[in-house]
């Protein structure tokens, strides 16, 4: 039986672990070639196992490149639990320093930091729009990573547009780990049914005094917009923009505490100290629903914005799905290893790894279509994930979602969420 008490006293949060990030220096080798092609195998896991270890045999074979690979991550691929094999597989020195933000990881390739990381991992979006148009990072080989899809989920099979440029002539990275992102609750305090019908309006407005804002900037910018009953991705008019400094206001005056540290907002959530969180994804629900706590959920409205309606989606869609993108760096001496660390992760066991073994989350993972993958989760950790029969709960999530991008009036928006913030005393 899983021991709830134990979340009662968990205190790790995902940005006290990447703000005690520390600078890695920069470092110098030899250039070679990248990996010619892997061996062939028929498909999906097995595919990834043969590729996997023609690598490791190619680098073998190999001599005077620079043994060492500089990762630039989200927590989760920067975990000894995955880092550790591809050390003793390849011998390799392997150092890793985790992102405190998407746009701030852009700025330190724009500023030299290419001289330093050979591997980068972002949400969506950036690669195609930003690195690789800037000529930060270089495409792989598609006939290398291609057959690899076919261990995804429905939804992310090839070709997969957010890891393609813009022409679809260039793939920019692997996908891996992903999910949706809306509010989180205690369905023991307030119904799920409630907040889909509902909708962000059923927290802030309904549950005024009894939520949280979780202070991820980005993220409470992007669903403030769409709490105001538009997407966040595209220019917006001087009508959109006095909504949204409207809505933002509304959000941080209603709240009854605004707080970085996921972990203790859920922790809250048990207790009853709050009802939910907002925004809230199923990575910040994840670690109290493995400690058994599975009345933490994450729920996505089931009505979005006029402009997110279709026919294929008659009620739109109100949530935000993000989609990591591993890539390689454009380092003027680039080693073969980083080719190899994205052929590493495609293993079931390193894929497993990623998604499960990140401190105090776990997230899904595309390559839980393959039922080498899959097959490795517990029945508490598919639980925790809201995996659901087939992976059923988990899409019909994904589904209510757009996919996360750019949103062109950040600056502007961030300067109201600052204003919203500090009116709070927050």
Sequence with gaps: MI????????????????????????????????LGASAQAASGAAYANEAWAAAKAELAGMSGFRNELNLHSWEGYTEEPVLDPFRRQTGASVNAQMLISDPAAVNNLRSGGTGTWDVINLNNAWQRKQLFPEGLITPL?????????????????????????????????????????????????????????????????GAAGKYAILDYENWVIMHGCLAAGFIPFRKHTDAEMASFETMIFK????????????????????TGEIIGALPGSVYTASAARLEGETQIVCVVPEEGPEETKT?????????????????????????????????????PEAAYK???????????????????????????????????????????????????????????????????????GS
């Design 311 to 347: 026919a294929a989606h008659p009620k739109g869609k109100a949530g935000i799905q993000w989609i990591e993108v591993t890539s390689l760096v454009n380092n003027p001496n680039p080693t073969p290893l980083a080719e190899a660390f994205l052929l590493y992760c495609h293993t």
């Design 141 to 205: 080989d598609k006939e290398k990573f291609a057959p690899l899809y076919d261990m995804n989920v429905a939804g992310f099979e090839w070709p997969y547009n957010w890891a393609l440029d813009t022409s679809g002539e260039h793939l920019l990275g692997m996908i891996q780990r992903y999910g949706p992102s809306s509010m989180v609750v205690n369905s023991d305090l307030i119904s799920v049914q409630t907040i889909e019908s509902g909708g962000y309006m059923e927290m802030i407005e």
């Design 251 to 270: 959000m941080f005056k209603n709240a009854k505490k605004v707080s970085d540290d996921q972990a203790a907002l859920a922790r809250d959530m048990i």
């Design 354 to 424: 990623v998604a499960a073994k990140a401190p105090g989350t776990l997230n899904p993972v595309v390559q839980m279509g393959s039922p080498e993958v899959l097959s490795q989760f517990s029945a508490d950790e598919l639980e925790a994930v809201q995996w659901g029969d087939g992976g059923g709960w988990l899409a019909s999530l994904v589904d209510r979602c757009i996919d996360f991008d750019i949103n062109p009036d950040y600056d502007a928006m961030h300067d109201l969420y600052t204003q919203a913030k500090r009116a709070r």
């Design 3 to 34: 021991n709830k008490n134990i979340y009662r006293s968990f205190s790790s949060s995902r940005r006290q672990f990447l703000k005690q990030s520390a600078a890695l220096a920069a470092t110098v080798g030899a250039a070679p070639a990248f």
